[in-house]
């Protein structure tokens, strides 16, 4: 079963619970490292997400997926906060990222580069507006290869 399909099933699964809860699903991975499969599901919450919640999310979607068993392989299954550098996989995140410092990295050159590390100014119009040391990029949101929060020292 393609990568695509499980992190759809995960989803499904998963979302009302999520609701229930007011958690937000922040994104699912099922990946291959080493011999060992893992399907990492991140969650998070108003106020931040803490172990007892993971626990929670972990315990209600093991017993989905044991009853539903959509993945024929052996995998580990991680709940987990996004963490202080959470992707940015949605348009409301990019939206709630605003003031914040972020790492964005795009599929085309804008202004010669394909990385910026700086603080998004502005989201407006499906663009980015990231200062990055004295000067200000402007970023079409449809060449953003991924976008994450950032902790620039």
Known sequence: MSTPKIKGIVEEMVQPFLDEHNF???DVEYVKEGSN???RVYVDKEG???IDDCGMVSEYLSQKLDENDPI???YFLEVSS???E???KKNEDVAKAVGKD???TVYEAVDGLKEFEGRLLSFENEELVISAGKKQYTIPYAK???ARLAIIF
């Open 72 to 74: 024929p392989t052996a």
């Open 24 to 26: 937000e699903l922040v």
């Open 102 to 104: 972020v790492f964005v």
């Open 86 to 88: 959470r992707p940015l």
């Open 144 to 146: 953003v290869a991924s």
């Open 82 to 84: 996004p963490g202080a």
């Open 48 to 50: 931040g997400i803490d």
């Open 37 to 39: 499969y893992f399907l």
